[in-house]
């Protein structure tokens, strides 16, 4: 029963996981690539290791170890994502033109 | 002629992901433990294809930081794929390599970001 709940736990994180990659080769620009792609692929991976979490028989060494590395991928992945995007933006990167707003640039421009 | 080109793509990614999941699977690793081996294997050839996926915008990427939002997404996948191969062989160490390799891909993406962004790494 542990074992077909950890089984559609892992399903649905690779769906996620193949979903954020096809945003990721799809989506027009660089902002949207990476608001598709870091958070489907976050949340799948979380999946995929809660998955296996359940799979490994719960609290064994194994299972603690699934935690921690979900632990640390929720902590880390939007930092990484953030800090990407802000460096883009300074470097010069266009938005797409489709795009309809630009809040850190009206901040920047509010600031000099 | 879009929608002709959506149609294509649709069905390649669609057939190629029920042929992974419909075909027979025959273990030829991970032989000494073989519980779960055929839905652990599909799982490995699907991650396999996402990150086909995500090569492809590493190639292709106009930008720079395409190229490293897609490293970054290439880490984050191997960590589930080095989890996944911990369930296969009943080793609990694959997880160590898997959070290891998220630590490095954070690092290293965070230094990325820096140099994009034109500053040196000491601010």
Known sequence: MTDTIGMVFIGVGLAFDVLGCLGLVRLPDVYNRLQAATKCVTLGTCSILFGTFLMTGGFTTAGFKALIAIVFLVLTSPVAAHAVSRGAHRAGIPLWEGSVVDRYAEDKEGEE | ?123
């Open chain 2, 1 to 123: 002629m879009k929608t002709l080109r959506w149609l294509a793509g649709t069905v390649v990614l669609l057939g190629l992901i029920a042929l992974i999941i419909l075909l027979p699977f025959r273990s030829i690793f991970f032989a000494e433990n073989p519980t779960h081996i055929s839905f652990v294997g599909r799982v490995i050839y699907i991650l396999i294809l996402a990150s086909l996926m995500v090569l492809y915008r590493v190639l292709k990427g106009p930008t720079a930081a395409d190229r490293i939002v897609a490293i970054d997404i290439f880490g984050i996948l191997i960590v589930g794929l080095s989890a996944v191969l911990g369930i296969a062989t009943g080793r609990s160490w694959y997880i160590d390599i898997g959070i290891a390799w998220g630590l490095q891909s954070f690092i290293g993406t965070l230094a990325l970001a820096k140099y994009l962004e034109g500053r040196s790494l000491g601010d």
